[in-house]
C-alpha cells in the first residue's frame, strides 16, 4: 500500500468535518467534484471505504470514523507546530472574527474595539453580536465569548470573569408596585422572561445552599438580553439577569437589586475557539478586553449559592 500525500487526507478529514463535499470544498478553494474525486482516489490508495453515501446523506464507515480520528488530530497536531513557530516571529496582524452576546457586546466590547484598533494598526477585526447558536468552525469564527455554566464540548473554554444571575428592577417600577421581600412575593410581579436562556422561564434560585425554582410570568417576554435589559431599564417588570452584563445600569443607578441574598449559580465569561493555538492577533484581542476590564466589570457581590 502507497502512503497516501497530505494533500488527499487533509481533503478527506475536511469532508468529514463538514460532512458534506460542497462546504469542504468551498473550506478548501476547491470544486465538490474535485473533493469527490480526491476522496475516492484516497479509499483506492486505502483499499477500504471510509464514507457511506447516498442521494441524501454521507456518513463516515467503521474505518472512516477510525482513519478520521486519527488524521485529523495529526492535522491539529501539525497545524499547531506551524502556528507555534509563525507566532513567535511575528506581531498581532491578519483577520480575527469574534461572536459575542448583543447586550454583553454592547456594554464591554464595543466600547473597546476603538482602542484596541489604535494598538494593534495591522489587526482587522469582524465582530458579531449575537445570541443564537453559531458553529465556530463551519462559521470561520475566531474565538467567541460566551455568558454561562459551559458543557463539555469539543472547543477550548477558558474563565475571563466570574458572574452568576442575578434579580433587578427600576427604582420606578419599585416605587410604583413595591419592592419583594421574599421569593414568593415575585409571584406577584411582572417578570421579564427572557427565551434566550436555557431554562426559559424557570428561574432557579439559590441561597447558601438552599434552591428554589420560580415560574416567572409577565405580560412581557423576549428572546434577546440586551431587549430584557431594556425593557427592565424603563420599568417594565424584574428580571433575572446576568451580572456583568446589568453592572453599568446598577452602577448609571438605572437598575438595584433585589432580593441580594437569591442568585442564579456562579457561572462565568468565557472566551470559546476551536482546539488549535490562538494566534496573536486574537490572544491580543482577548488580553486587551481583559486589562480594560480590570475590576470595572466585576460581578455584584451575592451570598454563596
Known sequence: MTEPSLHLVRTFVAV??????????????????????IVKLLERELGTPLLSRTT?????TAAGQ??????????????????????EQELPRGAIVVSVPVAFGHSHVVPHVAAF???????????????GYVDLVGDGITL?????????????????????RILLAAPAYLARHGTPQTVEDLQEHQC?????????????????????????????????ADAIRRLCVDGLGIAFHSAVT????????????????????ESGVYCLRPQRRMGPAAKAFIDFLQARWGTACAPIPAAPG
Open 144 to 164: 467567541a465569548l460566551r455568558i454561562g455554566r459551559m458543557k463539555d464540548s469539543s472547543l477550548v473554554a477558558h474563565k475571563l470573569l466570574d458572574n452568576r
Open 117 to 131: 484598533l489604535d494598538t494593534y494598526p495591522h489587526v482587522q477585526l469582524d465582530l458579531r453580536l449575537e445570541d
Open 246 to 265: 446589568m453592572a453599568a445600569a446598577i452602577d448609571a443607578g438605572e437598575l438595584v437589586q433585589i432580593l441580594p441574598e437569591w442568585t442564579g449559580r
Open 66 to 87: 477510525r482513519y478520521f480520528a486519527e488524521c485529523s488530530s495529526a492535522l491539529a497536531q501539525l497545524r499547531g507546530a506551524y502556528e507555534m513557530v509563525r507566532d
Open 192 to 224: 421579564l422572561v427572557s427565551s434566550a436562556n436555557h431554562d426559559d422561564s424557570a428561574w432557579r434560585l439559590f441561597r447558601q445552599g438552599e434552591e428554589c425554582r420560580l415560574v416567572a410570568s409577565g405580560r412581557v417576554r423576549g428572546n434577546n
Open 16 to 37: 468529514a468535518e463538514h460532512q458534506s463535499f460542497a462546504r469542504a470544498a468551498k473550506a478548501l478553494a476547491m470544486t465538490p467534484s474535485s473533493a469527490s474525486r
Open 56 to 60: 441524501r446523506a454521507m456518513s463516515l
